[in-house]
Nanobody, 121 residues
Framework: QVPLVESGGGLVQAGGSLRLSCTAY????????MGWYRQFPGKERELVAS???????NYAESVKGRFTISGEIAKKTVYLQMNSLKPEDTAAYYC???????????????WGQGTQVTVSS
């Protein structure tokens, strides 16, 4: 079972908007943070935005003012509202979380399978 399931990617014109959703499966006994990363071809994944269980939010400089992360860690759901999209935002977007999916283990980093966002010029 995939620990995180994303939805909402797709093709959009420059200047348009998309909203990504991510839900963690019910097995998680603890979630400390959830967030979004993206990966450009041939590059490593980079943080886009994250939110902690205390509602501390962090954004990459490149998306500040355009992207908004929201959701509730307690409900195991996080969203990424992406406005004013640019062709350089084209990437595979991955949901991630820090937590434990069963008792008795340490905190781990979990990933979804990713969703493609393509912005045409």
């Amino acid at each position: 079972q995939v620990p995180l399931v994303e939805s909402g990617g797709g093709l959009v014109q420059a200047g348009g908007s998309l909203r990504l959703s991510c839900t963690a499966y019910d097995k998680f006994v603890e979630l400390r943070s959830m967030g979004w990363y993206r990966q450009f071809p041939g590059k490593e994944r980079e943080l886009v935005a994250s939110i902690t269980r205390s509602n501390s939010i962090n954004y990459a400089e490149s998306v500040k003012g355009r992207f908004t992360i929201s959701g509730e860690i307690a409900k195991k759901t996080v969203y990424l509202q992406m406005n004013s999209l640019k062709p350089e935002d084209t990437a595979a977007y991955y949901c991630s979380c820090m937590g434990r999916d069963r008792p008795g283990i340490g905190v781990n980093n979990y990933w979804g399978q990713g969703t493609q966002v393509t912005v045409s010029s």
